[in-house]
């Protein structure tokens, strides 16, 4: 894993449909697709799948229908109110993300909602409790089951949205910036992509270090905002050398680069550090160009990898990290994490921006709008239906433009939802 109240206008919406939840796996949901009260009558239970690796149309919606699930011990049963999107479904729809299990699986890693009922042994948690949940996939569907020491208890004033927008950016930007990189009074570090979740949430976390500088780089048309958050110095890699521009301001360089970039990008960032400064690389953006898997990019990203030897290391008094929080396996680690991210958010010192919301029909254009660097924060997937759209009050369409558009979007809707019948155990 490892990759944001927006000023931008949310995009146009769209339908686009997902399949069936993952094969079970050790630390992902069951597909729980039912209400515990409805044992006699299954519900019907709408989930985002990975069909296959490839582009948008890759990921569908279905509507499936299934008996009550049994919670095991340690388990508790969850409706989904929001759900996350992070750079490594944009991977994984690719087949770029190792930790996801082989299609057709419910793709989404982190969620929001509210318990609905809860396993033997579950002592702190109850119905009714508002809570977030992390999972390694299997989010992205309307009711979960989950271990319940992977859910945590949302703050009164949190919404739903903001809940579902924290787990992943900001563990992965707080153990990086204090476990790792221990940032200190003082100290410089330059964000890559500093208008995505994982950026917006770091830039943040260096603001409870008092006189951290922060260097950050993004499309220009985003610097106004991203300075307003935080960023002491915005730069704009599109038109601009980000080195020469650091280097104008900071002769010596940064203390401390977050890179989820790869490639030739991780040797600027080396190049980059003062003496006992740290690089951390949490990503390979560089290999995402588009909706489908990019060889040339991928090998062009491979080919300019940094390469070191250990006596290099020693003699530029450098330090190289990589982080992958999916591969974090202490679960006390991350709780512990978890509660200092949510006592920071009470506090008021850290609140995830949402860039934009989307009705699961609509998962392609959120993915598009991530793959096109447009986010200015965190996308989040709501599992609600989408409600019919009201006629625009101001330039209205003709009546029979208007009569074939709704012909139109209900041949979508038939074309684009899928009803999957589960029989009851």
């Given at each position: 894993m490892s990759e944001e109240a927006p000023t931008q206008q949310q995009p146009p919406e769209q339908e686009k449909k997902l399949d069936e939840p993952p094969p079970a796996a050790s630390d992902a949901p069951q597909e729980s697709c039912s209400s515990p009260a409805a044992e006699e009558k299954p519900l019907s239970c709408r989930a985002l799948v990975l069909t296959g690796f490839g582009g948008y149309d890759k990921v569908k919606l279905q509507v499936k229908a299934q008996s009550q699930p049994q919670l095991q011990a340690g388990e508790v049963l969850v409706r989904v109110k929001a759900c996350g999107l992070n750079f490594g479904e944009l991977l994984g729809r690719q087949g770029l993300y190792e930790l996801l299990p082989a299609p057709p699986v419910t793709m989404g890693m982190e969620g929001s909602g509210v318990i609905e009922a809860v396993g033997e042994d579950v002592t702190d948690r109850k119905v009714g409790d508002r809570v977030i949940a992390l999972t390694r996939s299997g989010m992205w569907q309307e009711i979960v089951v989950v271990s319940a020491n992977r859910t945590f208890l949302m703050p009164e004033q949190m919404s739903f949205e903001e809940g579902a927008a924290l787990p992943i950016n900001y563990l992965t930007a707080y153990m990086m910036l204090f476990e790792m990189a221990n940032v200190r009074p003082g100290k410089s570090v330059l964000v890559h992509m500093a208008a995505g979740g994982v950026g917006i949430a770091a830039t943040q976390l260096c603001q409870t270090v008092q006189d951290v500088t922060v260097f950050g780089t993004s499309s220009a048309s985003k610097?106004?905002?991203?300075?307003?958050?935080?960023?002491?110095?915005?730069?704009?890699?599109?038109?601009?050398?980000?080195?020469?521009?650091?280097?104008?301001?900071?002769?010596?360089?940064?203390?401390?680069?977050?890179?989820?970039?790869?490639?030739?990008?991780?040797?600027?960032?080396?190049?980059?550090?003062?003496?006992?400064?740290?690089?951390?690389?949490?990503?390979?953006?560089?290999?995402?160009?588009?909706?489908?898997?990019?060889?040339?990019?991928?090998?062009?990203?491979?080919?300019?990898?940094?390469?070191?030897?250990?006596?290099?290391?020693?003699?530029s008094n450098?330090?190289?990290?990589?982080?992958?929080?999916?591969?974090?396996?202490?679960?006390?680690?991350?709780?512990?994490?978890?509660?200092?991210?949510?006592?920071?958010?009470?506090q008021g010192k850290i609140k995830p921006r949402i860039d934009s919301r989307y009705h699961f029909e609509e998962v392609a254009d959120a993915m598009k709008r991530m793959h096109e660097r447009q986010n200015i924060g965190k996308v989040i997937l709501l599992p609600e239906p989408k409600k019919e759209e009201e006629k625009p009050k101001s330039n209205p369409e003709p009546e029979e433009n208007v009569e074939k558009t709704e012909a139109a979007v209900d041949e979508k809707k038939e074309d684009t939802t899928e009803e999957v019948k589960a029989e009851k155990d």
């Open positions: 610097h106004e905002t991203i300075a307003q958050g935080g960023v002491t110095h915005p730069i704009d890699y599109r038109t601009k050398d980000y080195v020469e521009e650091i280097r104008k301001i900071s002769p010596k360089g940064v203390d401390i680069v977050l890179d989820p970039l790869g490639g030739s990008d991780t040797q600027k960032g080396f190049s980059l550090l003062k003496p006992l400064g740290m690089l951390i690389v949490f990503g390979a953006a560089n290999c995402v160009t588009g909706q489908k898997k990019n060889l040339l990019a991928m090998a062009k990203t491979w080919y300019n990898q940094l390469s070191l030897t250990t006596l290099k290391l020693m003699q450098k330090a190289v990290c990589g982080f992958h929080l999916g591969y974090i396996s202490d679960e006390q680690l991350i709780s512990r994490t978890m509660s200092t991210l949510l006592e920071l958010y009470s």
